[in-house]
């Protein structure tokens, strides 16, 4: 589905930032059936996510896929970020395809950032189609303290959900109540994980370690649907999700 634009502190925006661009290129390409130009992963010619190198954040110890939230004003969200206890990593800049981004930290370690729209382009434009993003999951293992920042920060409230036996989870929701992220418990690394719809997730789990990826969580049951997370040869890792028919209806 194409998409212009999205509200005040909505996921808006995803980027692999890694070494090997070319790598990328090809095995994205066979994964979700991108095109590459000018640093934009393209779907049926649109905008699906961003691809850039790590130079351009070389604070993240390694490839990685990031999320970037819509908002208003980014330079008064990066000094927010930084009062309530995270680090700013890549200032306030431009993107290839207009607006402006920066990259933070959070106080447990996740990366994540931040996106203004500036002219047309405010962010994928497309969604709800297998290859385009579709959820954004938060892992933490300090879920009071991390979503009062993420309060602060976007703006954002907190309501428990359901989604599998014996997971802690809760979503976060805009100040216009829409549910736009998923946040669980974890006691492992703090991170944010971009998640991509897919067909069937099994099979895209098998491509995944034909390209020369990998599975990092096989394939499980969800409230939503079929959800695995899978990891590209450079070792950045991703969601896959199939979700219930009735979920598209």
Excluded at 5 to 26: K, V
Excluded at 115 to 132: L, S
Excluded at 242 to 247: A, D, G, H, K
Aim: proline fraction near 5%; hydrophobic fraction near 40%.
């Amino acid at each position: 589905m194409r998409v212009r634009g999205y509200p005040q502190g909505t996921p808006c925006w995803a980027e692999l930032i890694g070494e090997e661009s070319a790598d990328a290129t090809a095995f994205y390409g066979e994964l979700f059936g991108w095109k590459t130009d000018d640093r934009t992963f393209r779907l049926r010619d649109l905008a699906a996510a961003g691809l850039s190198h790590s130079d351009d954040a070389p604070d993240l110890g390694g490839s990685a896929w990031a999320t970037y939230v819509a908002v208003e004003d980014i330079e008064a969200v990066s000094v927010l970020v930084a009062d309530a206890g995270g680090t700013v990593l890549r200032a306030p800049h431009e993107m290839p395809n207009g607006g402006l981004a920066a990259l933070f930290r959070d106080p447990d370690g996740a990366v994540f950032g931040a996106f203004e729209k500036k002219g047309a382009f405010g962010g994928a434009q497309i969604n709800e189609e297998p290859g385009a993003s579709c959820w954004f999951e938060l892992s933490t293992p300090n879920p009071d303290t991390i979503s009062s920042f993420y309060g602060k920060i976007f703006q954002w409230t907190e309501q428990n959900a359901e989604y599998a036996p014996g997971v802690r989870y809760s979503e976060y929701l805009t100040s216009s109540a829409r549910v736009v992220a998923g946040m669980r418990v974890t006691e492992g690394a703090a991170r944010w994980l971009t998640c991509f719809e897919a067909e069937d997730v099994a099979t895209t789990a098998g491509r995944c370690v034909a390209l020369g990826g990998s599975v990092v969580a096989g394939m499980r049951a969800a409230t939503m649907g079929s959800y695995a997370i899978l990891a590209d040869p450079s070792g950045a890792e991703f969601g896959v999700i199939s979700f219930l028919p009735e979920l598209h209806a």
